[in-house]
């Protein structure tokens, strides 16, 4: 199965366009930018399922060889798109993905589908040019000839959604096999807390994938002097990697596994290679991959 990470940053980007903050301003040689998340994967090297849809899909395609249009003049190799979520910068990119000829298909939980009708309704603007098979993620599926199973790991809703009756999961994680190769890539770029069922999900992972918005439980507060209490940075959803309940002290029970952080925030300070934060984690035996980093598993 070959994997390619399209976008490691969450929403915004790193650097965000409208945001001055200390990290946003050291961009550069050792703070990579880093596009918005999402993932490319195949297990053929010739059609390809993306995972997430990213505002920054059109120049993560363009900048990607193996994801080049073609062989017929109006041919694509990505097939299908998985989607852990609904939010803005998981789903913005199916907009921008609209001249795709019929049968793209696209799988996400049952809630995010029925936000992607009301709320933010992107199934109905991308059926006006080209009709998609949107599938509810389920409990798993196979496609493209890889297998894939489905973890609901929590209902926090996109802002938009705020007032929509509709009950979750909202938030899955996807754990992918190829079953030519063995090869397991686990996606988790939306985790709320370390989730039940998850340390049985990445057993026998070759790759995790795994949210790293945040590096402390109370950075947005100091990073941006927005006043985000630590209580309403916790409200957004994603867990920490650092701190009593952080991602670093549950991943460290999984040596077996190669760990990865994905979806940065452009307040975390691990997005600096030179900093206390980043020799955390690389000395708790996780990674924070650069856009572009290409794995074979
Ligand atoms: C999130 O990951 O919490 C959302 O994408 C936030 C947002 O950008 O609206
Ligand atoms: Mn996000
Ligand atoms: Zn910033």
Redesign the pocket.
């Known amino acids: 199965m070959k994997v390619i990470l399209l976008g490691t940053a969450?929403?915004g980007g790193y650097p965000q366009w409208n945001c001055a903050c200390a990290m946003c301003a050291r961009v550069g040689e050792n703070c990579p930018p880093r596009s918005q998340?999402c993932v490319a994967v195949s297990a053929d090297g010739g059609n390809w399922l993306l995972l997430n849809a990213s505002p920054d899909i059109r120049s993560q395609i363009i900048g990607t060889p193996a994801l080049a249009a073609g062989p017929g003049p109006r041919q694509t190799p990505i097939k299908a798109a998985l989607l852990t979520d609904a939010?803005l910068?998981?789903t913005l990119g199916l907009l921008m993905l609209r001249e795709a000829a019929a049968g793209l298909r696209v799988f996400a939980p049952g809630a995010a589908l029925r936000a992607l009708r009301s709320g933010l309704p992107i199934q109905g603007i991308t059926g006006a040019y080209g009709g998609w098979d949107w599938r509810i993620a389920g409990s798993g599926f196979e496609t493209e000839g890889l297998r894939v199973r489905v973890l609901p790991v929590g209902d926090k809703r996109p802002k938009y959604a705020r007032e929509l009756d509709i009950e979750g999961p909202w938030v899955v994680a996807y754990r992918i096999e190829d079953p030519a190769t063995g090869g397991v890539l686990v996606y988790a770029?939306?985790l709320a807390t370390w989730p039940d069922g998850f340390d049985e999900f990445v057993t026998g992972a070759s790759y995790a994938l795994i949210d790293g918005?945040f590096y402390s439980p109370d950075e947005m507060a100091g990073a941006t002097a927005s006043g985000v209490s630590q209580g309403a940075q916790r409200r957004m959803g994603h867990i920490p990697m650092a701190g009593d309940d952080g991602s670093l002290g549950r991943l460290r029970r999984h040596p077996g596994v190669r760990w990865a952080y994905t979806?940065l925030n452009n307040t975390n300070p691990a997005l600096d290679t030179t900093s206390a934060a980043y020799a955390e984690v690389r000395a708790a035996g996780a990674d924070i991959p650069v856009d572009g980093t290409e794995l074979t598993l």
């Open positions: 969450a929403g998340d939010e910068d998981h770029p939306c918005t979806h």
